[in-house]
């Protein structure tokens, strides 16, 4: 055998060993919102456990300053400027550091202009969002996982639906992780997303559609999880909604039980609790089938021996595995079906399906229903030009229709 060949195996044969190490290693980020600086430094506390988390990311969903109505342009920046100096050494060690907007940065005069001022340069956030959004409205690809920011105060209350829906309907990571300052369902503070109903319903239903399993946010100043049942009876295609306005607000003691706009929903409480912290996410590698997710409350806790503050892991932790098989509009899952062609113009076909079968579109409307058995062609020439979801119990796939 010749020598290259024989080095041409070694490598391979080494590669073979290594590649399981590689990307089975786990990956972090940590999610806190309502720093509230220019009132509290408390996000200098996290900052050092956030380090030794080995953190790749963190995203604060909002209230970054104390700002709000009384602020003046001036003391905006000068707030969001001051956070930026508490969050110094996360920047420093090359972490991604991901604001996005509250209310309490919406309220201060002139705050747009701040806000850009402050976010630019070194500091500037993905600039991929919606016109008019820029810096406000952002996603961000990381490893196996597309995160997305969203901005609630360019259209009060509500998010830039079409531009989500976009980002949804081209993701092909595994993992999607949704953020915004405010709850989609009420739990203290009555403005809140389900102040727009329609809105929300449309929002919650993308969501769940693309297989996004938790919507970060804060508003409320404690932490508070819920499961949110979509009433189908299925726990598995339900999403969390985890707010962690945890990072330095003064902290709320009253609470409601859900009490607002909840349509068709019920959430369901998992935990609740009134103290600082931040929440730490890990996924199970970097691959598309990574699909574990473990999400831990860290909370602030006094050391007697120390005489001070650390976070530590609790008890209060959710897991779950996202469903690997709905991927990106070119690659659907073959499991035990096809769908094809894909995308397609006219007509699509159906390959070893069995069972009660449903199309829907990006908003979760119905577009088709019907008993498959064996191979089917569907008409969808009526359908508008777009993506669309298909959901049999051997298949869920996303398709893309292309109409002449």
Known sequence: MPESFKKLLTIAFFIILIEPVLYCQTWRFAVVGDTHVGSSDTIAEMVPYMLADNIDCIFIPGDLAEGGLAASGAELMAQLTKWQ???????????GVYPIYGNHEDDARNNVNMWNAVFSGDYALPQNGPVGEENFTYSVSHKNALFIALDNYKNIH????????????SNGAPHVFVFGHEAAFKVFHADCLDDSLEARNAFWQSLTQAGVKTYFCGHDHFLDVARIDDG????????????????????????????GENSHYSPKRMFHEMEYGYALVEVSGGTPTDNQVTITWKKRVWNTTTLANEY???????????????????????RTGALFPNPAAGFITLSGLKGQTIIYNLMGVEMWSGFIEGTQQIDVRAFPNGVYLLKNKHLATKFMVVNE
């Open 85 to 95: 100096t508490l969050m110094k050494p996360l920047y420093d060690d090359g972490i």
């Open 158 to 169: 509500e998010v830039n639906q079409e531009w989500l829906d976009e980002q949804l309907a």
């Open 232 to 259: 189908d009876g299925n726990e598995d295609n339900d999403l969390y909604q985890y707010l962690v306005g945890t990072g330095g607000g003064w902290l709320m003691n009253k609470y409601s039980n859900y009490n």
């Open 312 to 334: 530590v892991a609790t008890s209060n932790v959710i897991q779950y595995s996202v469903n690997t098989s709905i991927t990106s509009i070119d690659s659907p899952d073959e």
